[in-house]
């Protein structure tokens, strides 16, 4: 019996190399930060991609994790996430804030989180943080810079 040619030798080769390059995708998605975040209905608007390409490399001491779907963010290991692309909130007397211009309403308090949505811009941008981060209105700060861009139709009324 004859043994394998020096070309089935070599498509064996990278057969198995692309193998083991899929699966060590497959595991780092997996461990990513944001594999249960989900994109925005209008993630692929043009505004969404002119703020990723702004996207600081860390929010405050937290650096920016990597992240391969259009319209999302994450820092300090899912401590802060970012979704660009998410349906513009209605009129609502929920508390909100303006920070550098930039109008946030508070969503909701979810577990560990605290979830917060730009208020009067299309399309809007949601950020979840842990409550964790000591810093918030450094975040939102930083935030505000980031998607102040986005030109505002509305502003929140209410005090938060």
């Known amino acids: 019996m004859r043994g394998w040619s020096r070309r089935g030798r070599a498509a064996a080769g990278v057969t198995a190399a692309g193998l083991v390059a899929g699966a060590a ?42 992240v391969t779907f ?16 998410v349906t513009p909130p209605g009129p609502t007397t929920d508390a ?22 730009t208020y009067g811009r299309s399309p809007a941008v949601e950020v979840s ?5 000591t810093r918030l209105d450094a975040v939102l700060l930083d935030l505000s810079h980031l998607v102040a861009p986005l030109a505002p139709n509305a502003e929140c009324l209410g005090g938060g």
Do not use: M
């Open 25 to 66: 995708l497959v595991a780092y998605e997996l461990n990513s930060p944001v594999f249960a975040l989900a994109q925005g209905p209008l993630a692929k608007d043009p505004a969404c991609a002119r703020i990723a390409g702004r996207y600081p490399a860390r929010l405050g001491e937290a650096a920016r994790d990597p």
């Open 70 to 85: 259009e319209g999302l963010a994450v820092w300090g290991q899912g401590a802060v996430e970012l979704r660009c692309g």
């Open 96 to 117: 909100c804030v303006s920070v550098d211009g930039v109008d946030w309403v508070w969503r909701e308090r979810a577990g560990d989180r605290e979830y917060l949505v």
């Open 129 to 133: 943080v842990a409550t964790s981060v």
